[in-house]
């Protein structure tokens, strides 16, 4: 698996929540967006400051989390 640039862990944001591009958006909410059933365009739609990249990194973060793997992640 490649690198994950644009996941980023600031204890200054979200309280060191997995964020997109140091943004106040978790990948937690964006994941949790994808499983209540709105589309990838939904998403990008009520967050106009995202890319589909954003969505595509913020599942494949979740996956390796899942997997209990290390991933590492970009300084922000």
Do not use: F, H, Q
């Amino acid at each position: 698996m490649e690198t994950l640039t644009r996941i980023t862990l600031d204890p200054d944001v979200m309280g060191g929540k997995a964020c997109i591009r140091g943004l106040r958006v978790t990948v937690g909410t964006v994941v949790g967006l994808l499983a209540a059933g709105r589309s990838p365009e939904e998403i990008l739609e009520a967050y106009p400051y995202l890319e589909r990249e954003d969505i595509d990194e913020a599942l494949a973060y979740a996956a390796w989390r899942v997997e209990e793997r290390e991933v590492p992640l970009a300084n922000p």
